[in-house]
């Protein structure tokens, strides 16, 4: 029998053999392949599932964090691991959400290999603990303030608008928050099913909550777009603080039958600083169309308009004119309109308090970041961001002219109303009603309002818009609408950013 | 008696001591990888896992010690090396399952020294083999009986009395060895001759050949009322070794061979469930969302683990389903990788190895082929169950011995260790290594 036997072992060991053969066509020669076959997720669970760091305003509270879910209340095989967004809807627009199915936005998107600590620095730190790999995740600490937003959020109330608040000479964002908005919690559940739903309710939504409308969305600024036609007059040389323009109410350009009236069909001339503070439309409309396309079109470019917003956020928004030069030359009526902001220019609200800011910081128009600077585990700075200057559309001396007619606007103007700051600090403005309703029409604006303080020697910059959605919220102008909210939040900015 | 000193025993038992203190230090230092990887601590209770684990090799080393000190030194570190491992891993999957599979392990130890204790002359067992064929036949049919026996994953192999759950399968095979063992041994002159020619090959007598033909009838009952066909292709591939080995005709692997292509044939023709086997085999992706999740989340897993491995407790075997049982070589492969795995695949070829080796030495014809018998059922049932995992054949649920999940298994596979231990032991004293 012992033949017979020594035969079945062989039998048996070709058999283990064939076991080793196919064990090394899957764990060596198909290796690659199964890893990269699109039903397995095994990799991009670990990677979704593993701690990640916080992410932290100025004055260090948490806005996004990942707890690790308790043993006893895990599921066999689910994650480990949840996102959480302490603050809900306050600082959804800046951190954005981390889903598994739905992959991730704003910072949490941008930062996502500096949280996850995949960066090569983070990988170099964390050489020598390999058993303690669990902490090498990163922390992002942003320029925003949680009380200024918190005050934003406030102000706002239950009205549709952004607020911005810059510093005017790094270009940090202080605050920026917008309504409609959203609980990143509700979008980053573990259910790739709720999520979704959540996901496509919110895109649903009127008002586009999961924009960003502080620096993702654009609306016709109105009056506030006087700013960069009157520095464009400045630099051109067509203007002065000399220029004089006669009182009418009524004026109609060249080639066209109707005509341009003032805000409330007023009467309305006289020098520069006073059409400026008053807000004649006239003026700005007989300015642009003196200036002609090629001049107004250029000049306006210098601001940035017609480029993406550089800031530190993925998909911001672009403002726009509304047209080249050709688009002008055979109709200034058009330009003219567009002079004093209304057609069809828009501006980011971003953009608008950048406006502001480069009044105030003499011409310099700074990057706007949301992202101070980035922490390894240990606390090693990773990554800090130095103040750049993105353009200087405007000389220090047409800052400075530009600086006195929004002081006026502020003291005997438009913004007389609202902007009277705590400690008599003095504030700069401009406001803004931009009409969007045809003639005959219901009254509906979006009102606006961008400003700085102290205007002798600015460290903060405001853009406050409401949207117009209906007549109810466009019942008043930019300055009574949106001059409160901006005095409030420039009252408190001035407190957050030392002298 | 075994308590005289001989030097050959001594030298054997020096070797396996040395062995199961490897086997006890490589169990520990994973067990305690296993949690720094998945916890990043040190496992709670570390000091009492190690004594214990060391207090329980050592005891199974001592009852071989006392009561087989002539057999070979190999079987038991080797069978106590899978056992570590594949507690190690269940530890790693489910700490409430640790504990359980914690209990059994000591059951199984203790069974495991009672077989040494209680099968003092193997050669006696034959007096016993009827006793065996119905104690086998009624395990094996005992998960039919209403109200004693329930279906858990499509299989109706369980049993429950009481509190206890188990599989009497698992015990059936080690009674049906014996008894196959024990009918062949005085049979075989009878089934090598006489008989009618049919196509070539001698049958033989019909008288001669029932109870071999109950047997195979026992397989065909297990694969088609309690839908166990890793149990039926293992008893049926026992049936025909051990038939092949007493005769030394081919001629009954060329039959088996045949019967058991008609058979799965006619399963494959007759069963839904067969059917779904062969069409995961050959194609599990387009079934990834059902019946093929299983075998495509395992090949996953082993592509995963690559040559060295994720680590200990750094993989995600979880989400194989079964992985604690039928898949525990997937999580083997993920974690410990092509090396892990393949040490696995070696453990089992050495333990078949010894076990032939046992059944060469011996010259009795009864332990002899049951040395056999009880080598084909650990190392087939391993094939059975790798060979599915690892896409070779279709999936059959079987345990692989010593290292799934399960009581009744772990327990059932001890005794047979102790079996064959007490052959290895008693060929010894007949080639006068040791004492009579």
């Not at chain 1, 283990?16 to 764990?27: D, E, G, H, K, T």
């Not at chain 2, 009322?225 to 025909?240: I, M, N, P, Q, R």
């Not at chain 2, 052959?423 to 080639?431: E, F, G, N, P």
């Amino acid at each position: 029998m012992n033949r017979v036997i020594r035969r079945l072992a062989i039998g048996l060991l070709a058999c283990y053999a064939l076991l080793f053969v196919q064990l090394n066509v899957w764990q060596v020669g198909k290796r690659a392949e199964l890893r990269a076959n699109p039903l397995n997720n095994r990799e991009s669970v670990r990677q979704f599932d593993a701690p990640r760091g916080p992410i932290v305003t100025s004055d260090g509270v948490v806005i996004a964090q990942t707890v690790e879910i308790p043993k006893d209340q895990r599921d066999a095989g689910s994650y480990a691991y949840q996102r959480e967004y302490p603050t809900k809807e306050l600082f959804a627009n800046v951190s954005g959400y981390y889903t598994y199915a739905y992959g991730a936005t704003q910072v949490e998107h941008l930062y996502s290999d500096v949280l996850a600590g995949n960066t090569p620095k983070q990988q170099l730190l964390a050489v020598g603990s390999t058993f303690n790999s669990v902490d090498q995740t990163g922390e992002v600490q942003l320029t925003l303030n949680s009380e200024l937003q918190k005050l934003a959020q406030r102000q706002l109330g239950n009205r549709e608008g952004s607020a911005v608040v810059l510093d005017t000479r790094t270009g940090a964002v202080l605050a920026m928050y917008s309504n409609p908005t959203y609980d990143p919690n509700t979008v980053a559940v573990h259910d790739n099913d709720e999520a979704g739903a959540a996901l496509e309710a919110l895109a649903d939504a009127p008002g586009k909550p999961l924009l960003a409308n502080a620096y993702q969305e654009r609306y016709m600024p109105g009056s506030t777009f006087k700013i960069i036609t009157t520095a464009t007059g400045l630099e051109a040389g067509f203007i002065s603080t000399a220029s004089e323009w006669p009182d009418e109410n009524s004026w109609t350009p060249p080639n066209t039958k109707n005509p341009i009236q003032n805000y409330g069909k007023k009467t309305c001339g006289g020098d520069m600083f006073e059409v400026f503070r008053r807000s004649c439309n006239i003026p700005f409309a007989r300015m642009s169309a003196d200036m002609g396309p090629e001049v107004m079109v250029n000049g306006v470019k210098k601001w940035g308009v017609g480029e993406q917003l550089p800031i530190d956020l993925p998909n911001a928004a672009t403002s726009t004119f509304g047209g080249e030069v050709a688009d002008f030359t055979d109709s200034l009526a058009l330009l003219a309109i567009h002079g004093f902001g209304q057609g069809s220019v828009q501006m980011v609200p971003l953009h608008m308090a950048m406006v502001a800011a480069t009044v105030a910081n003499g011409g310099a128009m700074m990057k706007p970041y949301v992202v101070a600077k980035t922490l390894a585990h240990n606390g090693t700075e990773l990554s800090s961001t130095s103040p750049e200057v993105w353009r200087r559309p405007i000389s220090p001396a047409t800052a400075a002219t530009l600086n006195t007619f929004m002081v006026g606007v502020v003291n005997n103007g438009t913004a007389k109303c609202c902007l009277a700051l705590a400690g008599g600090i003095q504030a700069a403005a401009k406001t803004g009603t931009a009409q969007l309703n045809a003639p005959g029409e219901t009254q509906r604006s979006h009102a606006w309002i961008t400003s700085f303080a102290p205007a002798e020697a600015p460290r903060v910059a405001v853009a406050v818009m409401l949207k117009g959605v209906n007549a109810q919220i466009s019942a008043g102008t930019g300055g009574t609408l949106a001059g409160p909210v901006a005095k409030v939040l420039l009252d408190r900015a001035l407190k957050v950013v030392p002298q | 008696m075994a308590n005289t000193v001989s030097p050959l025993a001594v030298a054997r038992r020096r070797s396996e001591l040395g062995l199961v203190l490897l086997a006890a230090f490589i169990t520990g230092a994973a067990y305690v990888l296993a949690s720094l990887g998945k916890n990043a601590s040190l496992p709670a209770r570390i000091g009492p896992f190690l004594v214990s684990l060391l207090v329980l090799l050592v005891c199974a080393h001592i009852g071989v010690r006392k009561f087989a000190p002539g057999a070979s030194p190999l079987l038991l570190p080797l069978a106590t090396l899978l056992h570590g491992i594949g507690y190690v891993m269940i530890a790693r999957l489910s700490d409430r399952l640790a504990g359980l599979q914690a209990t059994w392990s000591l059951i199984a130890v203790a069974c495991f020294i009672a077989v040494l204790v209680v099968v003092r002359r193997v050669a006696d067992l034959l007096r016993y083999q009827y006793t065996f064929l119905l104690l086998g036949v009624f395990l094996q049919l005992l998960p039919l009986v209403p109200g004693v026996g329930f279906s858990s994953g499509g299989a109706r192999i369980w049993v429950s009395i009481g509190p206890i759950n188990f599989q009497p399968g698992e015990f059936a095979k080690l009674c049906l060895a014996i008894f196959f063992a024990g009918y062949l041994s005085e049979q075989r002159e009878v089934l090598s001759s006489g008989g009618k020619r049919i196509a070539g090959v001698q049958l033989p007598e019909m008288r001669t050949f029932l109870p071999v033909m109950l047997a195979w009838g026992v397989s065909v009952v297990v694969m088609v009322a309690e839908k166990d066909l890793g149990s039926s292709l293992l008893f049926f591939t026992l049936f025909v070794v051990l038939l092949w080995v007493a005769t030394e005709r081919s001629g009954y692997i060329v039959f088996g061979g045949g019967l058991f292509m008609l058979g799965a044939f006619i399963a494959y023709n007759m069963f839904g469930h067969v059917r779904d086997r062969f069409s995961i085999w050959l194609d599990p992706w387009s079934q990834y969302n059902g019946k093929g999740y299983q075998i495509v989340q395992g090949m996953f897993g082993f592509a995963e683990g690559g040559m060295s491995g994720t680590g200990l407790g750094l993989g995600d075997p979880t989400r194989i389903p079964a992985v604690k049982n039928d898949f525990i070589f997937a999580a083997i492969g993920e974690e410990l990788g092509l090396f892990g795995a393949t040490a696995v695949l070696a453990a089992f070829v050495f333990i078949i190895g010894s076990g032939l080796r046992t059944a060469i030495r011996t010259d009795n014809a009864f332990e002899k082929l049951l040395a056999v018998g009880l080598t084909t059922i650990l190392g087939v049932q391993a094939f059975i169950i790798l060979a599915g995992v690892l896409r070779v054949l279709p999936l059959t649920g079987v345990t692989l011995p010593f290292m799934s999940y399960g009581g009744s298994s772990l327990v059932a596979n001890y005794m047979l260790l102790g079996v064959l231990i007490a052959i290895s032991h008693s060929s010894a004293r007949r080639l006068h290594e040791v004492p009579q």
